[in-house]
Each structure stands twice: as C-alpha cells, then as structure tokens.
C-alpha cells in the first residue's frame, strides 16, 4: 500500500505541476534590446549578398537589380517555394500507412478472473491470472484505405493547383515590378539630368531677390516695380522648388524599388532616351493574347479547379471506405502467452450511409460552384479586354502629350536664348532672363515627365497583355546576364507581336531632351 501511495501521490504532483506551469504562461512582450537585434538584423538581410553598382545603371540593368533584389518578388519566391514543398509533402498522404510502435505498461496488482460453467453456473477455477504487471509492448502496421487514398489524391492535386497559382502571382509581380521600374527609372533619370541645374538656377533667384530689396530699400525703383519684380521671382522659386521635390522622389522611389540602402548614392546612364514604339494597330490579337497569357486569369482558372477538387473529395467521403491490412505485427512480452509474437492481416468495410445521403447536395453544390467560377473568370476577362484597350488609347495620348512638351521645351528653349542675348546687350532686364530659364526648365521637366509618362503608358499596355519579363531559362543570374536576358525577351516581344496602327509617332525632336541636343 506505501509504494501505492507513493505512486499516486508523484502522479498527483506531476499533474499540479503541469497544471501550475499551464497557468503561468502569460503574454510576454520583446524588451527594446530585443527589438534594437531584431531591426539590425533585418536591414543586413534586406540588402545581403547584392552586387556592388560600379557604374552608371542603365534601364536595364535598372530593371535586373530591381527583379532580382525587390523584397516582394523575392516575397513571392518563397511563396511558390513553400506551395512546391507542401506539394511534394502531400504526395505522401497516398502511400499505403506503415506505423511502427512500442510501449511500456505497468499497474498495481494482479490482473486475474474466475471462470464460471456456462450450463451450471458453478465455478470451475479458482481466481487466476494470464497477464504479468509489467509487460513491453512492439508493434508494426502496414496498411492501405482506399478512401483515404482517393481523399488524398485531390489534396494532392489541389496543392499541384495552388503551386501553379503561386506561379501566376510571381509572374505578376514580375510584371509590376518592371512596369514601377521603367516609370520611376526614367523620372529618376530626368530628375539626374535637371536637380543640378535647378539648384544653379534657385541660388541665383536668391540673389536676385537680395538686390532687388536692396534696391526697394534705397528707393532707387519705384515701389511698386520691385514688389512685382519680387513677386515673379518668388513665384519661379516657388515651383522650381516644387519641381525639385518631386526630382528627388523619383530618386528615392527608384532605390526602393532596387532594394538599394537610402545611404549608397548612385547614377544612371547618360544614355539616349529609347524610341518609344508606334501605336498598335492589332488590337483584337493583343487582347486573344491578354486573354491567353494574364497572371489573373490564369490563377482563376487554376482556382476554379481547386475548387472542384475539394468538391470530389467530399464526394469520395460519401462512397465505402475499404480498409487494407497487409501485415500487421504484433509482439508482447507477456510471459503467459502462448504466442507472444505474431501476426495478422484483413480487409475492412465502412460506409457512413448519412453521408451517403448527402451526395445529391454535393453535386448541386458543385454545378453552383462550375458557373460562379466561370462567371467568375468571364467578368474578369471582360476587364482584362477593357484595359488593354484603354492601355492602347492612354499610350497614344501619352505620346501626342510628348510631342507637344517637346515643341514647349523647344520653344522656350529659344526664347531663353533670346533673352540671354538681350541681357547681354542690355535691352532686357535681368528678371526676363530668369524668368526665361526657370519657363525653360519647367517645360524641360515637363518634357521629361511627359516621356516617363509615355513609358509607363507603354509598360501598362505591356503589363495588360501580359507578357512575361524573363525568359524561360536564364543562362546566369548576374546583374549584366540579367539585364541582357531581359533587354532581348523585351525586343523579342516588341517585335513580334506588336504590329503599328499606321498612326504617327512622336517626332524625333521630341524625343531629344535638351542634354542630347
């Protein structure tokens, strides 16, 4: 009885002390040290292991950096890693089930019985038992549900859709990540080409406003002359300066698009802006194109047939479930057993006529589901043809806008000139001059923003077919083969499957920026 009690009474301890240590557990929040590692950690990941910029970016190579650097397509490439995992892990779930166990039991006493004569009632024994205190216990299973089998087959290819799925979203970050790239790359580019003359051009506009209150303050002009004077000169400062803002926004958005640290300063390619294509004219063949190559649809249609397969699944529930034992090996170390290994093997039937009951729900179920994912897919497809073309109309209005800030630039350019040189001959004042240069930078921004605005107008009609940005086999993943691979796929398509409209293209002086020229 003493070593019974002892037994109960750890068993009991074990059980407050279980139950003492559940109650503990309270929200625990990470100290500011904790935090301090955590973000340290997370910025040398951020930009781990990248290529170091040893000269100017092209777009590109722009475009290669941003491709293989951005944290959300490196996001999705995990993503797609993780569905081919649980894919290759549910593929298991078929195999027949081979389980391997062992164990230990013990009690307190004696298990024993007596036997009693069925006919007489009398007992034939007195109490005895066939069972030790302590026995060891082994045992190997090997067996097959066919139920199980057929349930586990569409999990399986459920998670062959969802991986495919995973696919379709990365191709479309692909996708928007080169569409962000070739808009803020060319506005960061303009913004390269313009911030330094800006800044000459706003500390001589300081200047000008010193004198022109010194010379209201010795009365030297009328008051009125130098109060307009400082007026128009307040009025350049104020949206070149606006100007400047939006310049070292494009700079800021394009290194964070290439996963580049605020820190590191690096330049774009003096490069010749690109000959923007013509308009397309086969419009009905971009958007079969759209219709057979978007991320969107294609991930809808691979959802459409995960759907059914949860469906089957339920719908194999519904059948008989047959139950396979092979080989079933059993071992007991009890010592008043005849046999204390040995083995056996069977077949099993089950079926659960109440689910059985519930098929005819189930197929209705999955004619509902068959004509909301078409509908679905339809109502998508119906917005897919609605942007390509609204695409191909905002890119040829992008281009018309580009043509005419290229005649503005070209203009002002001229009537800059103009100025300068009645400065110089003292026929104009000094205020005509800067207020010529800063019309002139305006529009030379414009001008630039008028083009990254006709590149991503290009990018978005691109983006709307669907094309996709990388090859199907990459010969190396370095920045330059990259952008190689890259810059070839893009000309392949381009050449392809656009086909020109017979409109006309914006004009070559258009496309040369005051730099080129």
């Known amino acids: 009885m003493n070593r019974k009690h002892l037994k109960r009474g750890a068993l009991a301890s074990a059980i407050v002390l279980a139950l003492s240590g559940c109650a503990s557990v309270a929200p625990e929040r990470f100290s500011q040290q904790e935090i301090k590692n955590r973000v340290a950690a997370d910025r040398l990941e951020m930009y781990a292991e990248q290529e170091p910029i040893t000269a100017p970016l092209t777009f590109h190579e722009a475009a290669a950096r941003a491709l293989k650097y951005n944290l959300d397509y490196r996001l999705k490439l995990m993503e797609n890693a993780l569905a081919d995992g649980l894919h290759a892990v549910s593929r298991w779930d078929m195999m027949p089930r081979l389980l391997v166990g062992a164990g230990y039991v013990t009690r307190d006493n004696d298990s024993g019985g007596r036997s009693v004569n069925i006919l007489t009632g009398v007992e034939t024994l007195s109490p005895s038992t066939s069972q030790e205190r302590n026995r060891s216990l082994a045992n190997v299973e090997f067996s097959w549900n066919l139920l199980d089998f057929g349930v586990s087959y569409y999990r399986a290819q459920q998670k062959a859709d969802q991986f495919l799925m995973a696919e379709e979203r990365q191709r479309k970050v692909v996708q928007n990540v080169l569409q962000d790239t070739r808009n803020a790359y060319w506005r960061a580019l303009g ?18 406003l010193d004198r022109s209150r ?5 009365g030297l002009l009328p008051q009125p002359v130098t109060l307009a004077y400082q007026r128009a000169l307040l009025d350049a400062v104020t949206l070149l300066s606006q100007r400047r803002q939006e310049l070292e926004l494009a700079q800021a958005e ?14 774009l ?4 802006e690109q000959a923007l294509p013509p308009i397309p004219g086969n419009i009905e063949e971009l958007e079969t194109m759209a219709l057979e190559r978007r991320p969107e649809l294609m991930e809808e249609w691979y959802r459409k047939r995960v759907t059914a397969n949860d469906i089957k699944a339920a719908m194999i529930l519904t059948l008989p479930g047959v139950q396979l034992d092979f080989f079933n090996a059993q071992y007991d170390s009890n010592r008043f057993l005849y046999n204390q290994s040995w083995s056996d093997s069977g077949v099993r039937l089950s079926w659960n006529l109440f689910r059985f009951a519930s098929r005819p729900a189930l197929e209705r179920a999955h004619e509902a589901q068959n004509r909301t994912d078409d509908h679905r897919r339809m109502a998508l497809a119906m917005a897919v043809l609605t942007q390509v073309r609204i695409a191909v109309q905002r890119y040829a209005l992008a281009l018309k806008d580009l043509e005419i800030a290229g005649e503005s630039a070209r203009v002002d350019e001229q009537l800059f000139q103009y100025s300068k040189s ?13 207020r010529a240069e800063a019309r002139h930078l305006l529009t030379e921004y414009q001008r630039y923003a008028s083009y990254s605005n006709a590149q991503a107008a290009w990018g978005r009609l691109y983006n709307s077919i669907g094309f996709d940005v990388l090859p199907q086999e990459i010969a190396s993943h370095d920045v330059k083969s990259l952008a190689r691979s890259i810059e070839a796929t893009l000309k392949d398509w381009e050449g392809t499957s656009f086909k020109p409209a017979g409109l006309p293209r914006a004009s070559n002086a258009s496309l040369k920026t005051a730099g080129d020229r």
């Open 191 to 208: 913004a390269q080409r313009l911030i330094a003359r800006v800044d000459d051009l706003l500390v001589r506009v300081d200047k000008a």
């Open 254 to 267: 394009l290194s964070a698009l290439l996963s580049i640290p605020p820190s590191v300063r690096f330049t």
């Open 269 to 272: 390619a003096e490069e010749k």
């Open 214 to 218: 010194q010379v209201g303050k010795q």
């Open 422 to 434: 009645a400065a110089t001959s003292r026929v104009d004042s000094e205020l005509e001059v800067i």
